[in-house]
């Protein structure tokens, strides 16, 4: 079993910036693609930003140019650096994790979230 534990989030203004930490413990082999995704109230979750396992990355529109997504391997770690912050960024924000096992199995696993709020 793997447990991944989110921090980072809080009450920012607008233009400042945060970064969010997704940590993973428990037994797996290595990290697979990781993702960040977040739910504002009333919207559906939708995803912010995407880290291949070869490194190719992926961002939504509306944040390509202020969030990056990086991981430390060696800290079984994920970011996601959060520069320009705007009033529309405010959500709780999900890592969503692909874990390979070292018998070749892999799952699936999503953060408890954390809440980040863009607001004067």
């Known amino acids: 079993q793997v447990h991944l534990v989110e921090s980072g989030g809080g009450l920012v203004q607008p233009g400042g910036s945060l970064r969010l930490s997704c940590t993973a413990s428990g037994s797996f082999f290595r990290f697979n693609a990781v993702r960040w995704y977040r739910q504002a109230p009333g919207q559906e979750r939708e995803l912010v930003a995407g880290?291949?396992?070869?490194?190719?990355?992926h961002y939504a529109d509306v944040v390509k140019g202020r969030f990056a997504i990086s991981k430390d391997n060696a800290k079984n770690t994920v970011y996601l650096q959060m520069n320009s912050l705007k009033p529309e960024d405010t959500a709780v924000y999900y890592c969503?994790?692909?874990?390979?096992?070292?018998?070749?199995?892999?799952?699936?696993?999503w953060g408890q979230g954390t809440q980040v709020t863009v607001s004067s």
């Open positions: 969503n994790v692909e874990i390979v096992y070292s018998n070749g199995g892999g799952d699936d696993y």
């Open positions: 880290l291949a396992y070869g490194g190719a990355t």
